[in-house]
């Protein structure tokens, strides 16, 4: 089983729909964990931090549920400017390593359609 | 990330010739990594570094090499012992444990 898995995509959507992707990690020790989104050609950025209790970034809600080891991301109102790669991101304690290892999953690749 | 600088954008190796891949910071970050990315693929750790004269293989380390001289800077060598260098390279720092890592906006290497 890989570390994170994602939902394997791709998805295409049309404008001002909702989309949901999933992702799980198998370090139930896992800390803290990450959203990132990658255009094409460029390097990854972060969309958003996930924190227990969910949160919210305008159309951007990320959720965690350390009991099944899942995280989600909800994109609401989908505009084609969303379209991209979409990386979950989990830091695994590492005992080699004060700061942990952050793991990315495969990410899931998001079309927004006029 | 503007604090982030990897040089250059582009990059041509020969056969049997070492390349190095700059990445220099100016965020007072400790942690800095370098990552491999082949097309439709995720990322791969080649080296870590978490403090100045201190680094570690990643998952792929084998034909790579690294220093850590400097605080700012996380020089990244593609030896000639890596046969397959193609890849999009990605530099990145990190400030504190469970923080997010920011990346520098990248390396492409290919072979000529």
């Known amino acids: 089983r890989k570390e994170v898995e994602q939902d394997p995509g791709p998805f295409n959507v049309p404008e001002g729909a909702t989309v949901a992707f999933n992702c799980t990690y198998s370090n139930s020790a896992s800390q803290s964990f990450f959203w990132y989104r990658q255009d094409c050609r460029k390097e990854p950025k972060l969309l958003m931090s996930v924190y227990s209790s969910g949160n919210e970034d305008g159309r951007f809600t990320a959720q965690l549920n350390r009991a099944s080891q899942y995280i989600s991301l909800l994109i609401r109102d989908s505009k084609l400017s969303d379209s991209a790669t979409y990386l979950c991101?989990?830091?695994?304690?590492?005992?080699?390593?004060?700061?942990?290892?952050?793991?990315f999953g495969q990410g899931t690749i998001l079309t927004v359609h006029p | 990330d503007g604090g982030i600088t990897q040089s250059p954008k582009y990059l041509f190796r020969k056969e049997g010739q070492n390349v190095t891949l700059s990445c220099e910071q100016n965020?007072?970050?400790?942690?800095m990594y370098w990552y491999r990315q082949d097309p439709g693929q995720g990322l791969r750790l080649i080296y870590y570094?978490?403090?100045?004269?201190?680094?570690q293989k990643g998952d792929i380390a084998e034909g790579y090499s690294v220093s850590r001289e400097k605080k700012e800077s996380f020089p990244l060598t593609v030896t000639s012992a890596q046969k397959n260098p193609t890849a999009f390279y990605l530099c990145a720092t990190q400030g504190e444990s469970n923080q997010p890592q920011h990346f520098g906006d990248g390396t492409r290497l290919s072979i000529l």
């Open positions: 991101v989990v830091n695994m304690l590492d005992g080699g390593t004060s700061y942990g290892k952050l793991t």
């Open positions: 570094s978490q403090i100045v004269n201190d680094f």
């Open positions: 965020l007072n970050h400790d942690a």
